[in-house]
């Protein structure tokens, strides 16, 4: 049980929780594009848990959590793998004029305190939380994607894919906008007893001209703790 604890802000997380011997890693996978080409603001927070047994939880769209934080919820494991997605009009290919991307995730609320954080399907909600347990380590959190999105073999490079962080009252935000890179790139970090969470409004940036297809790729985001 986690016991919320003193918010440093104000009012006010996908996946798997692990356990490894020389670390432990919580991983989810999204997949983040499925291009179709055919001929036709309260407060940002960074709230503090209680401390207890060493863990660490992830959620990215889908997640497992069991009520809420603040009703003494659990976390659990959920397999979900969102995907997020755009079709690009025959029109507009390339025309350099971003295209919004939607998600199937449903999530809205905070696994905090059920707060309405998210509004799906334009956004996707990302949070974690780490207890180091006895000690001080930082957790974290990552993203890895390829460096393109295939349709058999035809490519788009992942670096057309961009995000926004943004949540519902928030003015200051705990994870960085950014683009994907075609590797690994870092989030931000997480002090022992806090959880973050953030909702992520994905773009194309549509400033190639493909070939017509559905290409898809793959981004998994990791929270590592030493």
């Not at 997020?84 to 939607?102: D, E, F, K, R, W």
């Not at 994870?175 to 690994?184: E, H, K, S």
Request: a positive charge; charged letters at 5%.
């Amino acid at each position: 049980m986690i016991a919320e604890g003193a918010k440093q802000f104000g009012r006010i997380a996908d996946r798997f929780l692990h356990y490894r011997t020389a670390f432990w890693r919580s991983t989810a996978a999204m997949t983040l594009l499925a291009c179709t080409f055919g001929s036709q603001a309260a407060h940002a927070y960074t709230i503090t848990i209680t401390a207890g047994a060493r863990s660490i939880y992830l959620q990215v769209g889908a997640g497992g959590y069991t009520g809420t934080n603040a009703s003494g919820g659990t976390p659990g494991n959920n397999a979900t793998i969102n995907v997020v997605s755009v079709t690009v009009p025959n029109g507009a290919v390339g025309s350099g004029t971003a295209q919004a991307m939607t998600s199937n995730s449903t999530v809205s609320q905070s696994p905090i305190d059920g707060f309405a954080f998210c509004n799906p399907p334009a956004q996707v909600y990302i949070g974690a939380w780490s207890r180091p347990g006895s000690g001080n380590g930082v957790a974290t959190l990552t993203v890895t994607s390829p460096a393109n999105l295939t349709s058999g073999s035809n490519t788009i490079p992942f670096s057309q894919i961009s995000w926004v962080m943004s949540g519902n009252g928030d003015t200051v935000f705990q994870f960085p906008n950014g683009t994907f890179t075609g590797g690994t790139q870092t989030l931000g970090t997480l002090a022992r007893n806090t959880w973050k969470e953030q909702c992520m409004t994905f773009s194309y940036a549509n400033t190639v001209v493909p070939a017509a297809g559905t290409y898809t790729g793959r981004a998994v985001y990791t929270l590592s703790l030493p």
